[in-house]
């Protein structure tokens, strides 16, 4: 069966800090898709990002940037110069190929932005 | 164009009790999957409907069940309520399988 780690429980910064979030995940299948979303107090979870197992290659989109690296099975993600609104649970999850709209989710990593 | 809708938002409930819970997609998605997020157990997934047949269930007792309509509209029901079950249930609904999913606010539910 599949599984994400996030050692991390909680992480406090102080803003505009750079701050990166891990996530490790498990499984024997070799193709999959992971992912990244973000959930404020307000509780709805929000998509950040989708990457196929076949595509290694690092993304940025603004203050946000993923490391994918199948060899250590790490989806790793970087927020850069952090802000207050950053604050927020982060989860990574899995869905393997053919296995629908199943996520498998870490635990979570709270994400606590100091001014 | 309108997010994931789920009613009640919030429930509050007896043991013994039952529940629906109900949640419409966007629009066009044919894919509506549900959660259940504890303090204890995290996120866990429930169960996925596309085009009202059910693809996917989680590891969870038969007192937990859903439906999808021709609408794409989903439901899901708990029978004979546990305190356990006080849980954010989570819809989320895709366009397509294993792409990315969108949530809804969830229902917040108590058992007393």
């Known amino acids: 069966a599949q599984k994400v780690t996030q050692a991390q429980t909680e992480i406090s910064v102080v803003e505009k800090e750079d701050v990166t979030l891990d996530c490790v995940y498990e499984?024997?299948?070799?193709?999959?898709?992971l992912f990244w979303y973000k959930q404020p107090p307000s509780g709805e979870l929000v998509f950040l990002i989708r990457?196929?197992?076949?595509?290694?290659q690092n993304e940025i989109s603004g203050r946000y940037s993923w490391n994918f690296q199948k060899s250590t099975s790490s989806f790793n993600f970087t927020i850069t110069a952090s802000q207050v609104v950053d604050s927020a649970v982060y989860f990574c999850?899995?869905?393997?190929?053919?296995?629908?709209?199943?996520?498998?989710f870490g635990t979570g990593t709270q994400l606590k932005v100091e001014l | 164009k309108a997010g994931v809708t789920q009613t009640p938002r919030y429930l509050i409930k007896t043991r013994g009790q039952q529940v629906t819970l109900s949640c419409s997609p966007i629009?066009?998605?044919?894919?509506v999957s549900w959660y259940q997020q504890t303090p204890g157990q995290g996120l866990q997934f429930l169960f996925e409907?596309?085009?009202?047949?059910?693809?996917n269930k989680g590891n969870f007792p038969g007192r937990f069940s859903g439906r999808q309509f021709s609408n794409s509209r989903s439901e899901m029901n708990v029978s004979t309520l546990e305190l356990g079950d006080s849980a954010l249930y989570l819809c989320?609904?895709?366009?397509?399988?294993?792409?990315?999913?969108?949530f809804g606010p969830g229902t917040r539910l108590t058992v007393l």
């Open positions: 999850a899995l869905i393997l190929t053919g296995g629908g709209n199943k996520l498998t």
């Open positions: 989320a609904s895709s366009l397509v399988l294993e792409g990315e999913q969108f």
């Open positions: 629009s066009g998605h044919r894919s």
């Open positions: 409907y596309f085009s009202e047949t059910q693809r």
């Open positions: 990457r196929n197992s076949f595509d290694e």
């Open positions: 499984t024997r299948d070799t193709t999959y898709y």
